[in-house]
């Protein structure tokens, strides 16, 4: 079965520094892989998402992502953080193979502080 | 405005009562997907359905039953047998085509907590 390990319970950075957020995934196949974002008491947003297309991923709101298979990684950046950034963030792998289902396995999320 | 509407937002539930948790999507999407989400812990699969009237046991169904009676609405029902309900409920919907590389699109959750 799939894993997603997401290391840093906690990641503070000072605004306009880079932001790096790790994701290591295993999977037996080809990963989907996935960055939600999840602000105070609401549901999450889809930040971007891999699916073996381009290794460099661009999402919403400056964030980009890179698969390195070597790595089993997929780590989360940002250039510049800003205050808005602050929320939680959930890797997250694709586990269907041929069920034709669509099971989504979770890390346990890294919340992002941001100071001035 | 398409989306997924969860209700209520808050609720407050005694030992020993079932309380039910509502989900409706304007999406029209086939899949629907119930989670909980705890501290530290991230989310965890409680049940899902990929079409009306068929619906599977996730990763941690125990304690909990769902239904789906209509495309649009997936009501989850936490039971007295869950053992510790406190915890904040996601509601999500998917496409079934693309099944493996569609991105799922969440509620706004409902927190639960037992009393």
């Known amino acids: 079965a799939q894993s997603v390990t997401q290391l840093g319970s906690h990641v503070s950075v000072s605004e306009g520094a880079l932001v790096l957020l790790r994701c290591n995934y295993s999977?037996?196949?080809?990963?989907?892989l996935f960055w939600y974002v999840q602000y105070p008491n609401q549901g999450l947003q889809l930040l971007l998402k891999?699916?073996?297309?381009?290794?460099l991923v661009k999402g919403i709101n400056g964030f980009e992502a890179e698969f390195k298979k070597s790595e089993t990684s997929f780590h989360l950046t940002k250039p510049s953080a800003h205050m808005s950034d602050a929320a939680e963030y959930f890797c997250?792998?694709?586990?269907?193979?041929?069920?034709?289902?669509?099971?989504?396995?979770f890390g346990t999320g890294t919340r992002l502080l941001v100071s001035p | 405005d398409g989306g997924i509407t969860q209700s209520p937002k808050y609720l407050f539930r005694k030992e020993g009562q079932n309380v039910t948790l509502s989900c409706e999507q304007n999406?029209?999407?086939?899949?629907m997907y119930w989670y909980r989400q705890d501290p530290g812990q991230g989310l965890r699969l409680i049940y899902y359905?990929?079409?009306?009237?068929?619906?599977q046991k996730g990763d941690i169904a125990e304690g909990y039953s769902v239904s789906r009676e209509k495309k649009e609405s997936f009501p989850l029902t936490v039971t007295s047998a869950q053992k510790n309900p406190t915890a904040f409920y996601l509601c999500?919907?998917?496409?079934?085509?693309?099944?493996?590389?569609?991105?799922?699109?969440f509620g706004p959750g409902t927190r639960l907590t037992v009393l």
């Open positions: 999500a919907s998917k496409w079934q085509t693309g099944t493996e590389t569609g991105e799922q699109f």
């Open positions: 999977s037996s196949v080809p990963p989907y």
């Open positions: 891999y699916t073996s297309a381009a290794t």
């Open positions: 997250a792998v694709s586990e269907g193979g041929n069920t034709g289902f669509q099971k989504l396995v």
């Open positions: 999406l029209n999407h086939d899949a």
């Open positions: 359905s990929q079409i009306v009237n068929d619906f």
